[in-house]
């Protein structure tokens, strides 16, 4: 079975500063990673995706995400930190290319701090 | 600009009534999805439909959920009877069985009071 784990509930950061956002996964089978974000009252929006190919993928809003299969993560990460990154951010995995559901982590709370 | 739709947004309603969640898929998109989102379990897949078939809702409770899909362009996700437990925000999503990207709408608020 897949799993999700995202380490801490809760980041904060200053404004300009790195953003590091950690998950590690669990799949039987080459996963298919992704990282949505969600802000307050809204939907989730995909920020990226890792599917096959070169393992540093580049998303929306400036985020990237490098997959490690030895290390089974997939962290997000974001040079420098904007008020507007203020959102809950979770990280997915899929052993079906998404086609049959995915399975999510807990969530991260990323909090800028001015 | 395609995205998911869903209805109501906002639903406050009281225990042991019906509450019926629908959803409009991305056109052309086969494959739809229910999740909820709750403070304490987060993101579960409730239960998903390729080309309107139902293909596995085993995160659904049996006795008071029910899902189908009646259309291509219309989900329904139905409680009967409601109860404060259910309260949660009800997600649908959508893709291709071939693609590996899954786009979710903005959500319908629950509240059963």
């Known amino acids: 079975a897949q799993s999700v784990t995202q380490l801490g509930s809760h980041v904060s950061v200053s404004e300009g500063a790195l953003v590091l956002l950690r998950c590690n996964y669990s799949s039987s089978v080459p996963p298919y990673l992704f990282w949505y974000v969600q802000y307050p009252n809204q939907g989730l929006q995909l920020l990226l995706k890792?599917?096959?190919?070169?393992?540093l993928v580049k998303g929306i809003n400036g985020f990237e995400a490098e997959f490690k299969k030895s290390e089974t993560s997939f962290h997000l990460t974001k040079p420098s930190a904007h008020m507007s990154d203020a959102a809950e951010y979770f990280c997915a995995v899929s052993e079906g290319g998404g086609a049959d559901g995915l399975t999510f982590g807990k969530g991260t709370h990323l909090i800028i701090q001015p | 600009d395609a995205r998911v739709t869903q209805t109501p947004r906002h639903k406050v309603t009281e225990m042991g009534q019906e509450v019926t969640m629908r959803c409009q898929p991305i056109l052309g998109h086969n494959t739809v999805f229910w999740y909820r989102q709750t403070m304490m379990q987060g993101l579960e897949l409730l239960a998903y439909?390729?080309?309107?078939?139902?293909?596995?809702d085993s995160g659904m409770p049996k006795d008071r959920f029910s899902a189908e899909m009646p259309d291509a362009t219309l989900a329904t996700l139905k409680i009967q009877p409601s109860e404060p437990r259910d309260s949660a925000v009800y997600f649908c999503?959508?893709?291709?069985?071939?693609?590996?990207?899954?786009?979710f709408g903005e959500g319908s608020w629950l509240t059963v009071v």
């Open positions: 999503a959508s893709g291709l069985m071939e693609g590996n990207t899954i786009y």
């Open positions: 890792y599917t096959t190919g070169a393992t």
């Open positions: 439909f390729r080309n309107r078939a139902p293909l596995d």
